[in-house]
Nanobody, 124 residues
């Protein structure tokens, strides 16, 4: 099992940027595929981005492609999400998660370990 703690959320104006971090402990982070998900009020949790253990294979939701960048530092057991050109529709609780299968999956059910989430609010 992996313990995950997100940080870096907050209130930002449209067009602004935020960088989320996810600190991992427990199960070996460096061999795990990791993902970022988000959940807005009244909506289902949705995939944002994923990255394989090596960092060389990434996947993004169409809604964030070109604006968000997922990365990882295996030496620091930390996952990141750089979010640029933020829009009001990006407002949600953002979660990091560890996958069990190995590939970069967009399915919530393929992720076994979850953080508690960090709130991102984009508003003027």
């Amino acid at each position: 099992q992996m313990q995950l703690v997100e940080s870096g959320g907050g209130l930002v104006q449209p067009g602004g940027s935020l960088r989320l971090s996810c600190a991992a402990s427990g199960r070996t982070f460096s061999s795990a595929t990791m993902g970022w998900f988000r959940q807005a009020p009244g909506k289902e949790r949705e995939f944002v981005a994923g990255i394989r253990w090596s960092g060389r294979d990434t996947k993004y939701a169409d809604s964030v492609k070109g604006r968000f960048t997922i990365s990882r530092d295996n030496a620091k057991n930390t996952l990141y999400l750089q979010m640029n050109s933020l829009k009001p529709e990006d407002t949600a609780v953002y979660y990091c998660a560890a996958e069990v299968l190995g590939g970069v999956s967009p399915r919530v059910s393929d992720y076994a370990d979850w953080g508690q989430g960090t709130q991102v609010t984009v508003s003027s």
